[in-house]
């Protein structure tokens, strides 16, 4: 008899633990502050971060912070009142973040940054970050076009990211480094489109008009969206993209493997947009294990080129 009741007790205390185990991470809440609906590149990473969520039966609370860093401190501030297990911050820009992000180390609310960095002088407000290296980017985008030009005389236009955006300023650093090794190549225009095609398309406008007829040879924008705008201009002046100026930029979205398919863009460097199923991963695993994450989850830069386009576009098309 006794020997009946202890398995009874043993049986209920391990069911009891396994649906404790089990209920403590699906009942995990996470606030998301995204920076907004910028390009179609952010646009995947929310999808993709909505849809990693529910694979793992984490609840996702995301607020669309329209490009405006006030508006990703106050979500963060709300996600702390709600009392969040965990937060994701897409980084609008670079600096201003001590302050909140303090107040979530106060509240014992681990933090991780996705797709973008900070500057800060404690790097210990930041429990882990998943994106790529941002400088690298920029690196390859140049390199690329060095060899392209093989030694040719060639005049560049950039279009910037967000002004003050770590993508912004890392991937012109890379780009502009790597181009002092090559005299023959030279921005002779640099101008921010804030990472939209809308914006990219005016300023690409601006500079058509301001070069003297045919002499720009190439175009770098930070991301493909930019580059989609850029195309439009080039085309209504009257010039081919891809042949009369080149392209080079960055992100890997689907319309830019149709624009290479089209003979209308010459290459792109992908930038993954699954940032948030990492960063969920090692929330959990801290959670329920207590691992403690890498400081950084880097993800890779690889170029990307007309001959592939068709079934690279194929293998996008349905996570954009
Ligand atoms: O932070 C990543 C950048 O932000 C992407 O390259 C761009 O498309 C988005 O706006």
Known sequence: MRGIRVLGVALLLG?????????????LTIGFSQVGSE???????????????E????????????????NQIKAIRSFIAQGVDGIFLAPV??????????????????????????ET?????????????????????????????????????????TVGSSP?????????????????????????????????????????????????CAVYAHND???????????EAGLKPGKDVLTISIDGVPDIFKAMEDGEANATVELT??????????????KKNGTQPPKLVQTKSTLFLPDTAAQEYQKRKDIY
Do not use: H
Request: hydrophobic share 45%; with cysteine; charged share 25%.
């Open 93 to 118: 820009v670079s600096t201003g973040w001590d302050q909140v992000l303090g107040e979530a180390r106060d509240a014992k609310i681990p933090v991780i940054l996705l797709d973008r960095a900070i």
């Open 15 to 27: 069911a009891a633990l396994s649906a404790c185990g089990k209920k403590g991470s699906d009942a």
């Open 168 to 216: 912004a300023i890392n991937r012109r650093k890379g780009f502009v480094d790597t181009l002092g090794t090559a005299p023959n190549l030279k921005i002779v225009r640099t101008q921010s489109a804030d990472f939209t095609r809308s914006k990219a398309k005016e300023v690409m406008e601006s500079f058509i008009k301001a070069e003297p007829a045919g002499s720009i």
């Open 55 to 70: 694979q793992r039966g984490v609840t996702l609370k995301i607020s669309d912070a329209q490009q405006k860093q006030e």
């Open 121 to 161: 002088s404690d790097p210990d407000l930041v429990f882990s970050a998943v994106r790529s290296d941002t400088v690298l980017e920029g690196k390859v985008a140049g390199d690329w076009l060095i060899k392209e030009v093989a030694g040719k005389p060639c005049n560049v236009v950039e279009l910037q990211g």
């Open 273 to 286: 947009p699954d940032m948030a199923g990492p960063a969920l991963d090692l929330l959990v695993d801290y």
């Open 225 to 235: 969206d930019m580059m989609i705008g850029a195309i439009q201009a080039i085309k």
């Open 39 to 53: 390009s179609g590149w952010r646009a995947a990473e929310t999808r993709m971060a909505k849809t990693a969520a």
